[in-house]
């Protein structure tokens, strides 16, 4: 139906398709969206027959209608005239012709008239002069008019709505915005009452507002409607057929940007927006270049949840809330419209005549209506806060390969350690190996950033991996000292080019706008895949021995090593089908860091020194405390499943604190995590200090990460990106042959103290030297 409803590419064959039976559920939908009269006109011929006769007679009753309305309403209007009141007619036929063509073809079945705020009480005695009486009792003001007034004639529904006999309200509106309820508001209102203007249609006169006052007010109307989660298809419609017809109008249009503050055409685009989306209505350029200009956020929300009021007629959501989220400043006002919408504070209003058995019926399903929304409630807040953009099959081809590489990876990190372990090496030579490794990731830093120029960012990948997998293959089939040393440096080497290609790709695969939420998809996902490496890591040993794959323990832990090499290996299949484009380029080849890259790049040095303290001996601090190797595996699980919902939501933090400060005060968790372990007593209390340190260690990476690849033109990512990781792994290789022969001579409480020291340290050189600087005063008058 509104496909065949669309103006400028209208579809209406799909109404051919449908059953007798499908048709009785369309035209009940239609009735209730006040759209069968538009339906009947624009598609006549591609309707059935039968409903063809039931439209006609739809529009004929509704003919008769307008001719009871300009009776009702010459009847008021001269009340309030002798009266001596003033009034302006809203909506209703004095939207027509602009965004209807007459009022016989459009559904009217009350009368909305604006008055002055110090006359409405005076209006409601004229018209309970006139029989008018209130729904509900005059106590409740719902909106911006007083309670809905109508005649008691004795009318009672029938199910049609262009019924002959059916009366017609009243509302008398004493502002075109409630403030106070919805917590923010337009500019500009107060000057529509002084630009009325006196009209006559079909015979009536009456005054109404002037049309680019009336366009706005239809907008602020369906806005209205929207955030409170019930807007009619046919208030879309008809701004819609506004846009469209008049979208050539240049004096109207050049009205519109003079009369209308800012404030006000901002939030009048959010209805232009939404009523193109539905009806694919030409835009003026002046409404194109406001909806350009929407606050992002709001941009965000009309992309995810535009379809999400129609959604509703069939599926309980609440999507709007995040609409109105984005339109508010106060932590306050947001709570407050939470709590309003998700927890109605009184109950909605009875009509007298109502029978108690009809009125408790309709409170139980307002009930079962709230309480079935609760859950699309829940899933929209998770999408709105922590949504995946739509990133395309390139990215998913490339996350494909980054799965595999990781899983293997996690694996082989996992049990490494304490592969070695059962050697019979310890600390301080497993120091030595991670110190070595890093060590080679410093050159490797270098040389991934040549690689990328050369020979591009995908085929330094697929390079990346296959060297990754044989050197670990290497690492776990031979066992002298001096070797492994030596085969740690150069998996340093090659690793290096994964976390240097990694920013970099991402950035090439997503746009700006999608980076932040991206980056902590990646990250967060990339946890979880450590929860997958974690369970499958602790367990291969065992399975190997169980099935007799493996003669010792030592044997499967090789195994299992060797199975996590084959899964690297394996990446290279969908990394195959990716294309990266490289960026052209900087004409240095390498380049002195700007002010801004230096003093990041100081502040990671001293976070990696902090961290890099505990990190490569994790997994031996846990075999220490008498944990088995599935315990350690159960556990880094865990820890990373905690990791997954903390990154998840780091863009929230970051977007309430900024960067700096939301990156900082993740590295001050981080110190006090470290606190934890140093005074842990047993596996328990070590357990849960772990998760809190994994957590709050890796929601930093996303802030950090943006921070990097924002701060650098695109052109120069590749070469900060390995200047990034150059420091991190410097500092890396420092710390951890220094933390090791420190943790075998003073054990692990006093090095873990010194690490959180460290880490706070970091936590405030990133909010000092990163921090926005104030704008510069504005000049003496």
């Keep these: 139906m509104l496909q065949a409803l669309q103006f400028s590419s209208p579809d209406p064959a799909g109404l051919a398709v449908l059953s007798d039976e499908e048709w009785k559920k369309a035209l009940t939908f239609s009735d209730r969206a006040q759209l069968t009269l538009p339906l009947g006109l624009t598609s006549r011929k591609h309707l059935p027959e039968w409903v063809q006769r039931r439209i006609d007679k739809n529009l004929a009753d509704n003919a008769v209608r307008w001719l009871r309305t300009k009776i009702a309403f010459q009847e008021i209007a001269s009340a309030f005239k002798a009266a001596g009141l003033e009034f302006a007619a809203l909506k209703g036929f004095s939207h027509c012709p602009h965004f209807v063509d007459h009022p016989r073809h459009r559904w009217q079945s009350d009368f909305d008239v604006l008055l002055r705020q110090d006359n409405v009480l005076r209006a409601r005695d004229v018209a309970l002069s006139l029989g008018y009486e209130p729904a509900s009792g005059f106590e409740r003001h719902p909106i911006d008019h007083l309670p809905v007034m109508i005649r008691r004639t004795g009318w009672q529904w029938r199910g049609d709505y262009f019924d002959v006999d059916m009366p017609l309200s009243l509302e008398l509106h004493f502002r075109l915005w409630d403030l106070q309820t919805e917590c923010f508001g337009p500019e500009g209102l107060e000057q529509f009452w002084t630009r009325r203007q006196k009209r006559e249609l ?121 609409l109105h989220w984005s339109l508010l400043d106060s932590r306050g006002d947001r709570l407050s419209v939470l709590r309003r919408r998700l927890l109605p504070q009184q109950l909605p209003p009875r009509v007298d005549p109502a029978p108690a058995r009809q009125y408790l019926t309709y409170l139980v399903s307002r009930g079962r209506y709230h309480l079935g929304a609760l859950p699309s409630v829940a899933w929209s807040a998770l999408r709105w806060f922590v949504a995946v953009p739509r990133l395309g099959g390139q990215f998913w081809r490339f996350y494909t390969a980054f799965f595999l590489f990781n899983f293997g990876l996690f694996i082989f990190f996992l049990l490494y350690n304490l592969y070695l372990f059962q050697l019979g090496f310890r600390e301080d030579f497993l120091g030595l190996v991670a110190s ?155 380049y002195r860091p700007s002010p801004l890259l230096f003093r990041f790049l100081v502040a990671i040095a001293a976070w990696n020194l902090g961290t890099g303290i505990f990190n ?166």
Excluded at 713 to 719: F, G, K, Q
Excluded at 769 to 775: C, D, I, Q, S, T
């Design 616 to 781: 490569p001996f994790f997994n031996v601090f846990f075999s220490r405390l008498r944990m088995s190797v599935e315990q350690i595996g159960s556990l880094f699980s865990a820890a990373h499943v905690a990791q997954a919902g903390a990154v998840l939501m780091a863009p929230v933090v970051l977007r309430r604190f900024g960067l700096t400060r939301g990156v900082s005060g993740m590295q001050f968790a981080t110190a006090l995590a470290l606190l934890g372990l140093s005074a842990a007593a047993g596996p328990l209390s070590a357990g849960v200090a772990f998760a809190a340190y994994t957590m709050s260690q890796y929601m930093t990476e996303p802030g950090m990460f943006t921070f990097l690849m924002d701060g650098v033109p695109a052109e120069e990512r590749s070469n900060a990106s390995a200047l990034n990781f150059l420091v991190t792994f410097a500092a890396q290789a420092i710390v951890a042959a220094i933390a090791g022969k420190m943790l075998s001579r003073f054990g692990y409480p006093p090095v873990l103290v010194a690490a959180a020291i460290i880490c706070a340290l970091a936590a405030l050189l990133f909010r000092v030297l990163l921090a926005k600087p104030n704008p510069p005063a504005p000049p003496p008058p």
């Design 436 to 590: 070595a490794m890093t060590g080679g990731s410093i050159a490797g830093s270098l040389l991934a950033a040549l690689a990328i120029r050369r020979f591009g960012l995908r085929n330094t990948l697929a390079a990346c991996f296959v060297s990754v997998a044989c050197i670990a293959a290497l690492r776990a089939c031979i066992t002298p000292a001096p070797a492994l040393l030596a085969l740690a440096f150069t998996a340093g080497i090659v690793t290096a080019a994964w976390a240097v290609c990694l920013s970099p790709a991402v950035a090439q695969l997503t746009s700006e706008k999608d980076r932040p939420v991206a980056f902590s998809f990646i990250f967060s996902t990339g946890i979880l895949i450590g929860v997958l490496g974690g369970l499958a890591g602790g367990r291969l040993p065992g399975w190997l021995a169980r099935f007799h794959l493996a003669a010792s323990g030592v044997e499967s832990y090789r195994g299992a090593l060797l199975a996590g090499c084959a899964l690297v290996l394996l990446a290279v299949w969908p990394l195959s089908r990716v294309k990266i484009a490289t960026p052209p380029p900087s004409p240095r080849r390498f």
């Design 202 to 322: 079909d015979g009536l006169q009456f005054t109404a507002l002037h049309p680019v006052d009336a366009l706005a007010n239809s907008a602020l109307h369906l806005l209205r409607h929207l955030l409170r989660g019930d807007p009619r298809p046919s208030h879309v419609y008809e701004l819609a057929s506004f846009l469209h017809h008049n979208s050539e109008d240049a004096s109207l249009w050049n009205a519109w940007v003079e009369w209308h503050p800012e404030s006000l055409r901002r939030l009048e685009a959010i209805s232009f927006a939404l009523a193109q989306r539905w009806f694919d209505c030409r835009m003026p350029m002046a409404a194109s270049q406001q909806i350009e200009r929407l606050p992002q956020e709001v941009a965000r929300w009309l992309a995810m949840y535009s379809g999400s009021p129609l959604a509703r007629i069939f599926h309980p959501n609440k999507d709007e809330l995040w």
